[in-house]
T-cell receptor, first 111, second 110 residues
Framework: EDQVTQSPEALRLQEGESSSLNCSYT??????LFWYRQDPGKGPEFLFT???AGEEKEKERLKATLTKKESFLHITAPKPEDSATYLC????????????FGPGTRLSVLP | NAGVTQTPKFQVLKTGQSMTLQCAQD?????MYWYRQDPGMGLRLIYY???????DKGEVPNGYNVSRLNKREFSLRLESAAPSQTSVYFC?????????FGPGTRLTVT
């Protein structure tokens, strides 16, 4: 069965303390892996798309990487405003227009 | 550009009542989606529409119906609400694979 899991479920960091979030997937025929940020009470906001193993994307303090089984979202020197839930999702060849989302990692960055 | 808009923002229903959630996008996207988000379960696809005039079931379609009114609008209807439909509902649109989400509707069924 296709699955998307994320770890850890929650993460607390001190401001400036770098870390990584993990998204593991078991799908065949990956079309793309997507990272979103979700603030409380709001809809997910698109961050990155990764299409193939070895690909990397960067935006400010965030860097997303992709292997054949997992993706990492690296957060370098985080600030309190990076606090949010980070979601990953996958789209695969046999999904049609369907996306499968992971449960998310809730990140808190303390000043 | 407003992006994706949803109405209402909050709604309380009694079991058995019906309602329609409205969604509109101004990005000229072909594809539109309805998701529900429950604690610990992530976003789950209810229905999607790949283009105007077409709709398809997602992972959890039971108890819901949809209408793609035109390219801009995609509505979700609950014919007879049940407590299990208490959730936050998100509409999204996309041109390729990057989805843009609305602010959500928080629905409580008592």
């Amino acid at each position: 069965e296709d699955q998307v899991t994320q770890s850890p479920e929650a993460l607390r960091l001190q401001e400036g303390e770098s870390s990584s979030l993990n998204c593991s997937y078991t799908v065949s025929g990956l079309r793309g892996l997507f990272w979103y940020r979700q603030d409380p009470g709001k809809g997910p906001e698109f961050l990155f798309t990764l299409y193939s193993a070895g690909e990397e994307k960067e935006k400010e303090r965030l860097k997303a990487t992709l292997t054949k089984k997992e993706s990492f979202l690296h957060i370098t020197a985080p600030k309190p405003e990076d606090s949010a839930t980070y979601l990953c999702a996958v789209q695969a060849e046999n999904y049609g227009q369907n996306f499968v989302f992971g449960p998310g990692t809730r990140l808190s960055v303390l000043p | 550009n407003a992006g994706v808009t949803q109405t209402p923002k909050f709604q309380v229903l009694k079991t058995g009542q019906s309602m329609t959630l409205q969604c509109a996008q101004d990005m000229n996207h072909n594809s539109m989606y309805w998701y529900r988000q429950d604690p610990g379960m992530g976003l789950r696809l209810i229905y999607y529409s790949a283009s105007e005039g077409t709709t398809d079931k997602g992972e959890v379609p039971n108890g819901y119906n949809v209408s793609r009114l035109n390219k801009r609008e995609f509505s979700l209807r609950l014919e007879s609400a049940a407590p299990s439909q208490t959730s936050v509902y998100f509409c999204a649109s996309s041109e390729l694979y990057e989805q843009y989400f609305g602010p959500g509707t928080r629905l409580t069924v008592t």
